[in-house]
């Protein structure tokens, strides 16, 4: 089944993150956007036709056309686990006629390989304006999103508990051990997290599996490791109610 995200917000979010609330008459390239969360948000200023679209869900992309047919929505057939698994590894972003003064990622790399990051980033930056920026965002598995009463525990424990309970919807159990994979986590800078059980501490080296066996894929970073792989973004906590901080790279 086709990935169609519901999730809202997100024009708050990085309007936050970046300290402008009017995007009128900006480019906005909002990556991995899926149906276009970004132009449905209610406090969205961006205008149908400068917004563009990139994402690896050909159906999310049909979507957001039939809402919103003056906006660019481009379907690009790159790999990425369960996203798109029959996809082709490392292709290159399709080519642009247009530079950005945003370009957004919310919840992009989280779901995909370090390698990919590297190389969609460097892509990215590629087709900012002169002035723009490209904000996207991340999970630090240590950090705690929220004040205990409301939840106790960091953004790792939430994840593995969220898998659990996702599985149980579909009638599954996940048989994992929360305490012994966090402790495991402890002190790694970056992982991955593989169907919610398979954990591989800063090492990208997964095991094959096949495409009906991809559920899920999550990659979290430290801030300070983060910010070590890009020493000249600003690192900024997230804000908005939610659990992702932002690696913003202005040019
Ligand atoms: C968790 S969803 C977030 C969707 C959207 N940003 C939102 O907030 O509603 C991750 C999205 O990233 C897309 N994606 C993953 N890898 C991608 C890539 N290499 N290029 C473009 N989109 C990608 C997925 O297809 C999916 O739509």
């Not at 399709?94 to 969609?120: G, H």
Request: glycine share 4%; charged share 25%.
């Amino acid at each position: 089944m086709a990935f169609l995200s519901s999730k809202t917000g997100q024009f708050t979010y990085f309007s936050l993150q970046l300290s402008e609330s009017d995007w009128s008459r900006k480019y906005v390239l909002d990556f991995g956007g899926n149906i276009g969360n970004m132009l449905r948000d209610p406090s969205s200023t961006i205008d149908e036709e400068r917004y563009w679209c990139i994402d690896v869900v050909e159906e999310s992309i049909k979507s957001g056309k039939a809402a919103f047919p003056k906006a660019h929505w481009i379907f690009y057939h790159r790999y990425c686990f369960f996203f798109n698994p029959h996809g082709a590894p490392r292709l290159k972003l399709p080519e642009l006629d247009q530079q950005f003064d945003y370009i957004v990622a919310y919840s992009v790399f989280t779901n995909t390989s370090r390698a990919d990051m590297f190389d969609l980033v460097y892509q990215l930056r590629n087709r900012l304006s002169a002035g723009g920026a490209l904000a996207f965002t991340f999970i630090d598995p240590h950090y705690r999103s929220w004040l205990p009463s409301r939840y106790d525990g960091n953004n790792l424990r939430w994840r593995l508990e969220r898998e659990i309970f996702l599985e149980k919807e579909k009638g599954n159990t996940l048989a994992i051990d929360v305490d012994g994979l966090i402790e495991r986590a402890h002190d790694a800078t970056w992982f991955v997290l593989v169907n919610g059980e398979d954990l591989y501490l800063e090492s990208e080296a997964t095991k094959t599996y096949e495409p009906e066996q991809q559920r899920t894929y999550h990659t979290f970073y430290s801030v300070a490791y983060m910010q070590s792989l890009f020493p000249e973004a600003t690192i900024l906590p997230p804000v908005n109610d939610e659990m992702q901080h932002c690696c913003v790279i202005r040019n």
